[in-house]
T-cell receptor, first 113, second 116 residues
Framework: AQTVTQSQPEMSVQEAETVTLSCTYD???????LFWYKQPPSRQMILVIRQEAYKQQNATENRFSVNFQKAAKSFSLKISDSQLGDAAMYFCASLFGNEKLTFGTGTRLTIIP | GAVVSQHPSWVICKSGTSVKIECRSL??????MFWYRQFPKQSLMLMATSNEGSKATYEQGVEKDKFLINHASLTLSTLTVTSAHPEDSSFYICSARLGRPPYEQYFGPGTRLTVT
């Protein structure tokens, strides 16, 4: 079975600073996708960033970037220049082939003004 | 990005009644939709996978006779909670998946169900 682990239930960061959220996964597959989703207080799930396993280059979306370490099965999310609107639950998720998403337990991120 | 709507956004129903939740992909066709349940401060729990034109596939422990799923078209899936009880009160989220790699899922805004 595929598993996704987020070891940080809660994180906080000062506004304008940088924070990294951790995620590890376990799979025997060679082709898969990894995602970070954000769930703000509105509870709308929003796709933040996506990484294809076959790509060595780390994905970047504006202030959001990932550190994808395939051998270590690690997929961390870095948020630069943190803003108040970044406060949310962040879920790491994996997708293997044409199957269902496997979610981690989430990390609640608080932004300190 | 692709948009998924969900209706209603919140509903209150009496114990013993049934309630239907609709999930629509507004600007793309989704052969596969998913239904999740989320308890407070927890992750999303997959209830079932809904494929257009075929029976839904339920996760272990989910009562298929209680949570009826219909996916009659490429843009609409419905979840009907039958004979609702207070323990069915929860936040229900649907998602629709693109039919090509990377198979991204787009989520609806969720439905808060309260059974009194």
């Amino acid at each position: 079975a595929q598993t996704v682990t987020q070891s940080q239930p809660e994180m906080s960061v000062q506004e304008a600073e940088t924070v990294t959220l951790s995620c590890t996964y376990d799979t025997s597959e060679s082709d898969y996708y990894l995602f970070w989703y954000k769930q703000p207080p509105s509870r709308q799930m929003i796709l933040v960033i996506r990484q294809e396993a076959y790509k060595q280059q780390n994905a970047t979306e504006n202030r959001f970037s990932v550190n994808f370490q395939k051998a270590a099965k690690s997929f961390s999310l870095k948020i630069s220049d943190s803003q108040l609107g970044d406060a949310a639950m962040y879920f790491c998720a994996s997708l293997f082939g044409n199957e269902k998403l496997t979610f981690g337990t989430g990390t609640r991120l608080t932004i300190i003004p | 990005g692709a948009v998924v709507s969900q209706h209603p956004s919140w509903v209150i129903c009496k114990s013993g009644t049934s309630v239907k939740i609709e999930c629509r992909s507004l600007d793309f066709q989704a052969t596969t939709m998913f239904w999740y349940r989320q308890f407070p401060k927890q992750s999303l729990m997959l209830m079932a996978t809904s494929n257009e034109g075929s029976k839904a596939t339920y996760e272990q422990g989910v009562e298929k006779d209680k949570f009826l799923i219909n996916h009659a078209s490429l843009t609409l899936s419905t979840l009907t909670v039958t004979s609702a009880h207070p323990e069915d009160s929860s936040f229900y989220i649907c998602s629709a998946r693109l039919g090509r790699p990377p198979y991204e899922q787009y989520f609806g805004p969720g439905t808060r169900l309260t059974v009194t």
